[in-house]
């Protein structure tokens, strides 16, 4: 069955440092990978889309990584900010012809000053 | 900036009650979600929408149902709620078209089941 993998464990990391969050899948070949910020008792704010045919988005202090061989995908947030402490998910399209997705559990990060 | 607002923010209500939630998008949206978010578990889908009048299952469709007379509108139903549907549940909406787009998130009901 399809599968995606969120590191369960919370990344601890300091002020200024870069983030890296990894999504990992398999038994399945996504057109698009999506990132989403998640902050306690709210819904997910979408951040970042990337195509299956795309290596790496950025957006301002956001970048994405997408490796359909390895079927992961990296997620990274330089210079972080303790306003950064959130959790993130990342979702596939594992369904073919609807526009639905599937969400990994999320990683929680926390910034500490 | 698309707007998803959701009926209640947090929901107390008795086994055997029958519930409603409900979700209104702004931004004229094909496509509306109800998913609910359990720690440890992750968001699942529970049915979603492509246009009015239509519904699909998503992955744990039991125990609910839901209704899309308009197009803004989705509304999630428990008929007959028990103390395992206590969660939290997110309504989404997202365009239509060829390719999968990113979903707006509304900000999420806290049902308590008693």
């Known amino acids: 069955s399809q599968k995606i993998e969120q590191n369960s464990e919370a990344l601890n990391i300091q002020e200024g440092k870069t983030a890296t969050l990894t999504c990992n899948y398999t038994n399945y070949s996504p057109a698009y990978l999506q990132w989403y910020r998640q902050d306690p008792g709210r819904g997910p704010v979408f951040l970042l889309l990337?195509?299956?045919?795309?290596k790496e988005k950025r957006k301002e202090r956001l970048k994405v990584t997408f490796d359909t061989t390895l079927k992961q995908s990296l997620f990274h947030i330089t210079a972080s900010q303790p306003a950064d402490s959130a959790t993130y998910l990342c979702?596939?399209?594992?369904?073919?012809?609807?526009?639905?997705?599937?969400f990994g559990k999320g990683t929680m990060l926390l910034v500490s000053p | 900036d698309v707007k998803v607002t959701q009926s209640s923010r947090y929901l107390v209500k008795r086994t055997g009650e029958k519930v409603f939630l409900e979700c209104v998008q702004d931004m004229d949206h094909e496509n509306m979600f109800w998913y609910r978010q359990d720690p440890g578990l992750g968001l699942r889908l529970i049915y979603f929408s492509y246009d009015v009048k239509m519904k699909e299952k998503g992955d744990i469709p039991e125990g609910y149902s839901v209704s899309r007379e308009k197009k803004e509108r989705f509304s999630l139903i428990l008929e007959s709620a028990s103390t395992n549907q206590t969660s939290m549940y997110l309504c989404?909406?997202?365009?239509?078209?060829?390719?999968?787009?990113?979903?707006?998130f509304g900000p999420g009901t806290r049902l308590t089941v008693t």
């Open positions: 989404a909406s997202s365009l239509e078209g060829l390719k999968v787009r990113e979903q707006y």
């Open positions: 979702a596939l399209d594992l369904y073919s012809g609807y526009s639905t997705l599937t």
């Open positions: 990337i195509r299956e045919n795309e």
